[in-house]
């Protein structure tokens, strides 16, 4: 566990210089989009979530819940993310670089300290397992916001290059036993409880759609076409007079894409990525089929089945982000609660996750028009 936390950490403070050095580590220099959180004010939230959890030993994320006073003055109003929208995270009053960053050296160098001393560890290990997984989303974020503003990423970064444009699966569907137990080591609160549900017969797409294959639907007018969008999907098309998916620019007869600050030609057979709902939705009505239920999408990545691939592109469901029968929220209040019924369901990982959250039963979640994150799709049929 420490090595984990100290690791996390490092790469956490290498994406944050790498918006740095390009004049963002201000945050009146960030634009202010929904795309986007300012760096700052993420660093200093990622050290304020573990000083919270693990040394003011807070049972919950509720405001009151706090056992012991934090290390900053201001740090509950500056970097609770509960009690500071999104949209007033640019207008804060936040301490230097210099300042947030000797916060995140002191919670980490206690929470280690902490840990060192704890008498009954596998009891004690849930506040630090907690921790480490809001920083590895963390970090997800911040790759994303670096290839949203065109920066480069961290030489030691992947970039992803996920397989694309496979056969298809049939399944015989059966009983599914979706979701994880509590019982099983950490799991966010949305995986739970693990419930009984019916999966009928089905076709799945053994990878996610390439690029190639995408760019078919482009090139037949298909951002053109309403007949393949839904209400929703036409309304946002309009308003983003979109054309292509998100940083594909054409160059001749081929196309090309922003990649972290780089124009590079697209892999025919990688993954297609930075799609939102709409687009995959538009693109399985232009092919005549469909996306998967996120119940299909875990039986398919639970089979064990050879020629399913999975785990490098987050990819959309027919699902929206709902809760389980029985769902108790964790201690993370904030994380999935206030997204239930707005959201729609993402199932896998991108190369940006850690492998530490990389699981068959991982819910993802997004906002169906957001295109800014390592998201595609894969098609599905009865």
Known sequence: ??????AARQTTLALFDCYAAAGYDVVARVPRQIELTPPLWQLGNIAWFAEW??????????PADAVYNGLLTRGDDLFDASLVPHRARWSLDLPSVGAVKMYCHEVLDRVLDKLSREANIDSALLPYRLALAHEDLCREQMLAGLQWLGLAAPPSMPTGHAPGGGGQIAFPGGTLQQGSPRQT???FDNETPPYACYVAPFAIDSTPVSNAQFADFVDDGGYQNRQFWSGAGSAWLMQQERSSPLYWQRDGAQWRSQRFGQVVTLAPQEAVRHLNLYEAQA????IGRRLATESEWEYAALSGHPLFQWGQVWEWTATPFEPYPGFEA???????TPHFLEAQVLRGASFATSLRLVSPRMRGFQAPQRCDGFAGLRTCAW
């Not at 959890?53 to 509720?62: D, K, Q, T, Y």
């Not at 693109?283 to 232009?286: F, T």
């Open 1 to 6: 566990m420490a090595q984990s936390l100290l």
């Open 53 to 62: 959890f693990i040394l003011r030993e807070a049972p919950s994320s509720h």
């Open 185 to 187: 080591g950490f799991v």
């Open 283 to 286: 693109y399985c009505a232009w």
């Open 330 to 336: 964790g201690a993370w209040r904030g994380y999935s």
